[in-house]
């Protein structure tokens, strides 16, 4: 740090400056300099006195430059100065700081090189100046001063200058900065473009030709000489920056992958726009971001280590370097070269699309929102608050941007990771126990990227699981995991895991099928959805119901006014696992089944035995009614009784639920207008008779709340090792109790075999059982609902929970049934042993009312999970998606 001041004087003049030190440290070093640049006088390093005088008088007007200056390396401390310049108008005096005088020597100085200075994290603003001094020190004979990029300086050297010293200084601060000889200028010295000449890349580490040599990385091997860590910025941007863009200052190293992004505000409403409403990325969420991306969630040496060694940064450190562009000054040391206010930051308009306004997308904002010198450097991101994120592999994101696993989450999108591995590699599944990584939704944002070892899990598939030392020599935080994650009883000792959770290790050779992915925390799971197959063209926002019937799969829904149903006689195995569609499922048509009066819901079961099965369908109207038909197929042929109108009356909308009981005989429930909750008994031939209020075993009668929107739903399963008829009625709370019939007296006991109680609820709960064998030695029983008001989809599932105490049954694990985005009007289960391998849905979506078919419900598919590397993928897509964002960078980065 040196001090320099301009003297305005006239012709003739004469000026004195006088600098006096301290005694005890070595005396200041003074140049004045001429108004064309050219030292004029100097004084210092005298023997024995403190001060260091000039007295000048001057030649030609103008003004002249004083230079004050530690004398020696050794004045290394800042040291208190007293300057006094005298001119005719007098003299002027001050105290100032200097320190920090580094000299280095200039050898084999070829004329066209540049000396330049480089900005670097936690730098000030403050112009650096750069002088060659004389042999002896005692005159300066070039000057240069924030000419370079970014307040560096840059000067030009001659070949006379060899031997010569160099000294990188800055007025008044002391700075973090780095200074370099780039030989680029020199005829073919950057033979690889990357600006940087090659004694400059030698001297920095970076590949300049094929040939050189280069710790850390093959320059044989890169797929770009310009960008020797491979992430997309080229090693002259890294190393000194641009004009415009201060790279080094906000973190860059051409040694490794570094990752910029410019992370501006969607506004998405016209209240934001009018308000001009302007939110940045928190730096906490910022600085957790970088911690993801920069590996500091791993903990392990040696897999720190491992992990560099995948994404092959030639420094040999771990991660990804990221550096957020966020509109927010950093706060603290460290913050410089994470998150800033770098000049990019914008709050972008809502825009009209239709009636509707809605944030534009990032995908199209970048275009005119990132300054064109970006491209090639930095991705683009829309961050909003609350909710979450859409983003798939590419150039741009946009997510909630208060959250640091949602921001991360997003990006590792827009860098080719999907929820299972690499994005696009199909299937790509949620919630893999073997796959510990930020971008599964099982998992939390203290998990990072997953790095695909085997001893974070075993291959799985949810068809076969091995229970017993399926997972011997995993590693402890795998078996952490499935405990707090997942809640797998677990033997450490022998590596057991208890997938279908009945409480019991299947014996070794022995596999059971489980849908292993059921995580109980995140944002659902998503592993029911494979192979939904929409059912027909027909809309409804009621409950569809499913059935077999006669080797034939029925979908009941209320479309418009209508009673409609489609068929199938699919197999619906699907047995490759594909987001939508199943490559041996087809529904047929809709038609219409005349209902007489306006239909609102309906539901649908199979009476009589194996021999004479009938269809019995029931419909509510919204006159209080209840209809009921039934078919007989024969030959193939349905055979429809017409509608007949059952007796008594009903709320309307809150019946009517079919159960088919052991016997063939069926139930009918439904909620009176005083809502008294109410069973009909029927059989083949139908509902007969009048309805019963369900009493409970302490006498009383239950009704449905005033206001509720609950239908009443009821099974045959075998719970508690008792099987009985179970259902569920909502209590004063509208969340729903499970209850059991007790055949001897006819009345209903509740159930504490619910972990949590569902509600409120719309619509009836579906309810599927299967019974033990595929999925375990106790069944399955399955409840799904839809939440009010959210109508977002979530399912229940008993399990047997395994404590030093013993084992007990339970219904729980209240999970989203496919994702938190997932709503609907209604759902219906179906599971029919011997005739379909899984539990099957149908939904009708709340969204756009179309009704789809999951026939993998229960998330049991035929796929072989694995593991996966992110770091494998991030290691190239970190590159990929920057280079030329829409092909508009000229000649980019190979990738
Ligand atoms: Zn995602």
Redesign the pocket.
């Given at each position: 740090m040196v001090d320099e001041s301009l003297i305005r004087v006239s012709s003739g003049d004469v000026l004195t400056v006088r600098v006096t030190g301290q005694p005890g440290r070595p005396q200041p070093m003074l140049h004045l300099l001429g108004p064309n640049g050219a030292q004029v006088a100097a004084a210092g390093n005298e023997e024995g006195t403190v001060a260091a005088v000039v007295e000048h008088r001057t030649a030609t007007a103008g003004a002249y430059r004083v230079i004050v200056r530690p004398s020696n390396a050794a004045a290394g401390q800042n040291d208190v100065v007293t300057l006094a310049v005298t001119t005719p108008a007098g003299p002027q005096v001050r105290t100032l700081t200097i320190g920090g005088w580094r000299p280095r020597v200039l050898t084999s100085v070829q004329a066209g090189e540049h000396l330049v200075s480089t900005k670097m994290p936690e730098s000030s603003s403050a112009a650096h100046i750069l002088y060659v001094l004389s042999a002896d020190g005692r005159t300066v004979l070039r000057r240069a001063s924030g000419n370079g990029f970014s307040g560096g300086a840059d000067l030009y050297l001659t070949a006379g200058l060899t031997g010569l010293t160099a000294v990188l200084a800055t007025s008044g601060v002391s700075e973090s900065a780095s200074l370099a000889r780039n030989d680029l200028s020199l005829s073919s010295y950057d033979s690889d473009g990357d600006g940087l000449g090659f004694k400059l890349e030698a001297a920095a580490g970076t590949c300049s030709s094929r040939q050189a040599i280069v710790r850390g990385v093959d320059c044989r091997q890169i797929p770009d000489l310009r960008d020797t860590d491979g992430d997309g910025i080229g090693d002259g941007l890294e190393l000194l920056g641009s004009r415009t863009l201060s790279l080094p200052r906000w973190g860059a190293n051409p040694r490794h992958k570094d990752l910029f992004v410019e992370v501006d505000f969607m506004r998405r409403t016209p209240a934001e726009n009018a308000a001009a409403t302007r939110l940045h990325m928190a730096p906490d969420v910022a600085r957790r971001f970088a911690a993801h991306y920069g590996d500091r969630a791993t903990v392990d040496a040696e897999l720190k280590a491992r992990h560099a060694t995948t994404l092959a940064n030639p420094d040999g450190l771990p991660g990804i370097a990221a550096h957020l562009d966020i509109g927010v000054t950093p706060q603290r040391r460290g913050d410089a070269t994470v998150f800033g206010d770098w000049g990019g930051y914008s709050a972008v308009n809502a825009v009209r699309v239709g009636d509707k306004y809605q944030g534009q997308q990032a995908g199209q904002a970048w275009k005119t929102q990132m300054r064109a010198e970006r491209r090639g450097i930095f991705r683009y991101a829309l961050g909003y608050s609350g909710g979450g994120g859409q983003t798939g592999p590419g150039f741009t994101a946009s997510y909630n941007f208060d959250s640091a696993f949602v921001a991360t989450?997003?990006t590792g999108?827009s860098l080719g990771l999907g929820?299972g591995g690499v994005y696009g590699l199909e299937p790509d599944v949620n919630c893999k126990p073997n796959y510990p990584s930020i971008m599964n939704y099982a998992f939390d944002s203290g998990t990072g990227f997953a790095d695909g070892r085997i001893d974070e899990g075993p291959l799985l598939n949810n068809l076969s699981l091995r229970e017993s030392g399926v997972a011997a020599g995993a590693t402890p935080e795998f078996f952490d995991r499935m405990t707090t994650v997942f809640g797998y009883f677990v033997d450490r000792q022998h590596g057991d895991v208890d997938w279908n959770r009945d409480g019991e290790i299947a014996p070794p050779g022995t596999t059971v099928s489980a849908y292993a992915n059921l995580a109980l925390r995140g944002a659902g799971c998503e592993y029911t959805r494979w192979n939904r197959t929409r059912i027909s063209e027909a809309h409804s926002t009621q409950a569809p119901a499913l059935i077999r019937h006669a080797d034939r799969w029925y979908t009941f829904l209320v479309a418009g006014a209508q009673v409609r149903y489609s068929t199938s006689t699919s197999s619906w195995l699907c047995p490759e696992p594909v987001p939508t569609g199943c490559q041996d499922g087809k529904w047929g048509t809709s038609q219409a089944a005349n209902l007489p009066a306006r239909g609102v819901t309906v539901d649908a079961v199979e009476a009589g035995t194996a021999a004479r099965p009938v269809l019995l369908v029931v419909a509510g109207d919204n006159n209080r009614n209840m209809w009921q038909r039934r078919s007989a197929t024969e030959g193939g042929r349905e055979r429809w009784t017409p509608w007949t109108r059952l007796a008594g009356q009903v709320a309307v909308g809150s019946g009517p639920s079919l159960v088919r009981m052991a016997d063939g005989a069926v139930r009918l429930f439904a909620v009176a207008p005083d809502g008294r909750y109410l069973m009909w008994r029927g059989s083949s031939a139908g509902i007969a008779g009048l309805a019963a209020p369900i009493a409970t075993s302490d006498g009383r009668t239950l009704s449905r709340p005033a206001g509720s929107q609950f239908r009443p739903a009821a099974i045959v399963a075998k719970l508690a090792g008792r099987t009985g008829l179970y259902a569920l009625f909502a209590g004063a709370d509208d969340r729903a109790d499970l209850w059991t019939l007790n055949i001897g007296t006819r009345r209903w006991q509740k159930t504490t075999l619910l972990d949590t109680r569902p509600g409120p609820i719309t619509s009836a709960p579906a309810m599927a059982w299967v019974p033990p064998g595929r999925t375990g030695t106790q069944g399955t029983l399955h409840i799904a609902y839809i939440a009010r008001p959210s109508k977002v989809v979530r399912m229940m599932t008993s399990h047997i929970q395994v404590t030093s105490t013993g084992k007990t049954q339970h219904v729980g694990h209240d999970v989203y049934f496919d994702n938190v985005w997932r709503s609907a009007s209604g759902i219906d289960l179906l599971y029919e042993p011997g005739v379909t391998i899984n539990v099957t849905a149908a939904l009708s979506y709340a969204n756009n009312a179309e009704i789809w078919f999951h026939p993998k419900a229960d998330g049991i598919n035929n796929n072989n999970y694995t593991n996966y590397d992110d770091w494998a993928v991030l290691k190239n897509e970190v590159c990929r998606g920057v280079v030329s964002p829409g092909g508009l960078v000229v000649n980019p980065i190979r990738c």
């Open positions: 989450h997003e999108h929820h």
